[in-house]
């Protein structure tokens, strides 16, 4: 039998910390060992005689502290089994004194046993509570944990968790819902089994790589779905090494990056189609350009003749009439797809909006050789619409009909009323269209293939034009083509007005008058702009004065009081806003109809014009047309 001095250095001497309590409800510290002292940085004079609930107080807001009930709990079976109990890992605060003197507390986790100790009569006459430090332990748990949670976040994150073997022969896919797989566990997989054939040499390139230099493996490449899709991904893997150094595994993540490569591809698709238009737009402008230039060396060279200069001059109108359309469409398009364009919507004859369409389209239609078969609805129904936009639409429609149309060959024209709706139809036997040029047939800047002989074309704006109009109506546009060499149909959906009413006369459009010598000035720093015009105006029977700089036509308004000003904007010293507020300000030029030319084209250009006193706007190159009815109705 061990004495009591022998009990008590074994007792003191064990590794374990450990005390002794009484077997009632209170559970008195009755012993207490050095090691637990040690470990808790407690006085054994403040713990033994003390119940254990006394000094070891527990925290009942604190869910990793083990709660007085549990601890009675405990003490309470142990008391009726007989039999040991243990407690699960609780966390306490150990004071620690610091160099200055401070205290800190550490925070520390311990695990116990409450283990009976009987009398020699079958009594219990005390409990062993064992306790053991698992801080280590329980923190490498919770970093576990959080590791295992950092993990189940990635791998349901469009990530595919995976892991290889040392040489890549087979792949087993982890846990996690992953683009390649529908369902959640681990699966095994082969490279051949997810990598498209078109694809394995480039993967097994990267892999050989990664496994010969032992580094890092990323790569990105198309998979195959298991519904037989596919998919981009990028994959990333890192290898494994044993404590020889040598590679016994890979883990890797792959993402699904589908819709990145699709964004990438459009965007590369819309940089190669940027640089095609800007390419046809140099091409578009250097045609015209080619034959003004050659006129205007003609009749500097030559003594023109009243037949050589109707020529030169037909030869000048048309090219800048071509140069004035290409510029118009880039202007329509820079206003629609902002958002800018305002229709003016007022009840329209469908057969008029026919009638104009076929005779924009009508020149080139002749000067190839085309018929044009045209096919209306009895009754002349009529539509709510921008009549000059809805011409617009025909006419580019029939256009482009002709430019893709070979010489001699026939387009078709046709209109009907269908369920309350207009379908009009602009349909040829030309080269067709190709699948893909179908699809996108309606997309800025599409373009069939252009042949070195095809100078008809245009910048792949106008079928933009065309749908971006139809839709502002509330309409809609599509189109079909059997394949190259077929022809095309282009089909426009526009609302009706009730059905196939007939429409009621609309007045027809003033016709501009005539008058008398009117005194014009001309304000314009560009001099060769500026004596064209006035020749122009001269020409027209009107009497032109022409200044070049804004302060020398402020004066000459005031001496020779013109009618009608046509300013410049960009003018040198003081633009033309500036100059027409100060001749609207001058009670001598007040009344002066006040009309700015110039290249700034857009809807907010011109409500600036207006702002500034201006009466009208015209856009460079002017139509004289256009400037004749706007002269006319001064006085």
């Not at 550490?106 to 009569?121: C, H, L, N, Y």
């Not at 001099?527 to 004066?555: F, K, N, R, W």
């Amino acid at each position: 039998m061990l004495s009591p001095d022998l009990f008590e250095a074994v007792f003191n001497s064990s590794p374990i910390g450990t005390y002794l309590l009484s077997p009632t409800p209170d559970a008195v510290v009755l012993a207490v060992n050095d090691t637990f002292l040690a470990a808790s940085r407690r006085r054994r004079e403040e713990l033994v005689g003390t119940s254990l609930f006394v000094a070891f107080p527990t925290d009942p807001d604190d869910p990793a502290s083990t709660s007085e009930s549990e601890l009675r709990q405990s003490f309470a079976r142990v008391l009726a089994s007989g039999q040991a109990d243990r407690l699960p890992a609780q966390r306490y605060p150990i004071p620690v004194e610091q160099p200055d003197g401070s205290i800190v507390f550490e925070e520390r986790f311990w695990s116990a046993i409450s283990t009976p100790i009987f009398d020699g009569v079958g009594g219990i006459a005390c409990i062993l509570h064992t306790t053991n430090d698992v801080t280590e332990k329980v923190r490498s748990e919770a970093a576990l944990r959080e590791s295992e949670m950092r993990y189940r976040a990635l791998s349901s994150a469009g990530q595919v968790v995976y892991r290889m073997n040392a040489d890549w022969s087979e792949m087993h896919e982890l846990d996690g819902r992953g683009f390649l797989k529908d369902s959640v566990g681990p699966r095994q997989l082969w490279l051949s089994d997810y990598v498209p054939a078109d694809e394995q040499e480039r993967v097994n390139a990267a892999v050989r790589q990664a496994i010969r230099t032992a580094s890092p493996y990323e790569l990105e490449h198309r998979v195959r779905r298991l519904d037989g899709s596919e998919a981009w991904t990028l994959s990333r893997a890192v290898p494994m090494f044993d404590a020889a150094g040598r590679v016994y595994e890979w883990i890797g993540a792959a993402s699904d990056i589908t819709e990145r490569k699709a964004a990438e591809e459009k965007l590369r698709e819309g940089d190669r189609r940027k640089d095609e238009f800007l390419a046809m737009l140099a091409h578009e402008l250097r045609n015209p350009l080619a034959p003004i230039s050659a006129a205007a060396e003609i009749l500097q060279r030559m003594q023109p003749d009243e037949a050589l200069l109707r020529r030169t001059s037909q030869i000048i109108g048309r090219q800048a009439a071509h140069m004035t359309g290409l510029i118009d469409d880039l202007l329509d398009v820079s206003r629609v797809t902002r958002g800018l364009v305002e229709l003016s919507c007022a009840p329209v004859r469908l057969q008029d909006i026919l009638d104009d369409a076929v005779e924009q389209a009508t020149p080139l239609v002749r000067a190839r050789q085309q018929s044009l078969a045209v096919a209306a609805p009895a009754g002349s129904p009529i539509l709510v619409g921008d009549r000059k936009r809805l011409v617009q639409v025909l006419a580019n429609l029939l256009n482009n009909a002709a430019k893709y149309t070979q010489e001699g060959g026939s387009v078709r024209l046709e209109a009907a009323v269908e369920g309350g709706r207009i379908r009009i139809d602009v349909a040829d036997n030309g080269i067709g269209m190709a699948p893909e040029l179908v699809a996108r047939a309606f997309d800025l800047f599409a373009q069939a293939d252009r042949s070195l002989d095809r100078a008809l074309g245009g910048l792949g704006l106008g079928l933009a034009l065309v749908r971006s109009l139809v839709e502002l109506h509330g309409g809609a546009v599509e189109c079909e083509s059997a394949g190259p060499g077929q022809g095309s149909r282009f089909r426009v959906w526009l609302p009706g007005q009730d059905g196939a009413r007939a429409a009621p006369a609309l007045p027809e459009p003033a016709q501009a008058r005539r008058h008398g010598p009117i005194r014009v000035l001309v304000v314009d720093d560009n001099v060769d702009a500026a004596e064209t015009l006035s020749m122009l105006l001269e020409a027209s029977g009107y009497q032109a004065l022409v200044e070049h700089e804004p302060h020398a036509a402020i004066d000459r308004a005031r001496r020779e009081l013109p009618r009608a000003c046509l300013l410049d904007i960009g003018l040198p010293g003081m633009d033309g806003r500036e100059l027409a507020r100060r001749l609207r300000a001058d009670p001598a030029t007040a009344g002066a109809m006040l009309v700015a030319v110039t290249g700034y084209g857009q809807q907010s250009d011109r409500d600036q014009f207006l702002a500034a006193g201006f009466d009208h706007h015209l856009v460079k190159p002017v139509d004289l047309g256009q400037l004749e009815t706007i002269l006319a109705t001064v006085g």
